[in-house]
């Protein structure tokens, strides 16, 4: 697998509230936090970390199992944030999207996520995204109330209608994917993909060098604006099953 990552502060932004959590070669993944100055990336290492902590816990496990797992996992995560967020304390209000994939070692990713942090997948030169936005524009598209196209510019874009941390509890997704050699999976979070159309990730991920790739992804969100923290990691899958012992 070769892997590359980039979390920039941007052009506009005074911190970086995004985390990566990079587990080679089965652990990925993303949080953008939110909450005011230093609250927000408190709560995206917060998740990371308690992610971290459980990877143990799936390893070995497939199928209906790990699905259930997971969904455990997005809910610990987010007791773990929401305590530390309740009101009077210094992190009142902060929260954090969460974006992942695990793989099993037997040709499947397990991609799971909390609100609009995206996990795309490239195949065969045609990018496709496999996580839902958890965004009131999101919803607007998906009933017809909007184009793509329009949510692209939408001023409501970042509203989110779940987060971790945000309520006592979540209700995150799972989708089960089958990976192949020379699959390329990219994980990001927002300040990636409100500067960049799909169309324009999709050319970028084509080149064939992960790094150069990473670099044209950055550069070009930068050159747009850079409007939010820039994260995100690129995952180039060099065989069938991504293997591991659980470490």
């Given amino acids: 697998m070769s892997v590359a990552a980039r979390t920039h502060i941007g052009r506009v932004r005074k911190n970086n509230e995004d985390s990566l959590l990079l587990e080679r070669p089965y652990l990925f993944a993303i949080a953008d936090g939110m909450g005011g100055y230093n609250a927000g990336e408190i709560a995206s290492r917060l998740a990371l970390d308690k992610l971290k902590a459980e990877k143990a816990d799936l390893f070995g496990k497939t199928g209906f199992a790990l699905v259930s797992k997971l969904y455990q996992v997005m809910r610990d995560i987010n007791n773990e944030v929401y305590e530390k967020a309740r009101p009077g304390s210094s992190f009142e209000g902060m929260g954090t999207t969460l974006s992942g994939i695990y793989f099993t070692g037997s040709g499947k990713g397990y991609v799971f996520n909390v609100g609009d942090s995206?996990?795309?997948?490239?195949r065969q030169n045609k990018l496709q995204q496999i996580t839902r936005d958890h965004s009131?524009?999101?919803e607007m598209v998906e009933h017809g109330e909007l184009t793509r196209e329009e949510a692209?510019?939408?001023?409501?874009?970042n509203m989110l209608t779940r987060g971790?941390?945000?309520d006592e509890d979540v209700n995150g997704d799972v989708f089960v994917i089958d990976v192949y050699s020379d699959d390329i999976i990219l994980l990001c979070s927002d300040g990636l993909t409100d500067m960049l159309h799909d169309k324009e990730i999709e050319e970028r991920l084509m080149l064939s060098d992960t790094e150069a790739a990473a670099d044209a992804l950055l550069s070009a969100a930068l050159e747009k604006g850079g409007?939010?923290?820039i994260s995100f990691i690129i995952l180039k899958l060099d065989w069938k099953e991504v293997e591991?012992?659980?470490r």
Avoid: C, E, S, T
């Avoid at 692209?152 to 874009?157: A, E, I, L, M, S």
């Fill in 118 to 122: 995206r996990v795309y997948l490239l």
């Fill in 152 to 157: 692209f510019d939408h001023p409501q874009k």
């Fill in 136 to 138: 009131l524009v999101a």
């Fill in 244 to 246: 591991h012992d659980g």
């Fill in 227 to 229: 409007r939010d923290n």
């Fill in 164 to 166: 971790i941390g945000v």
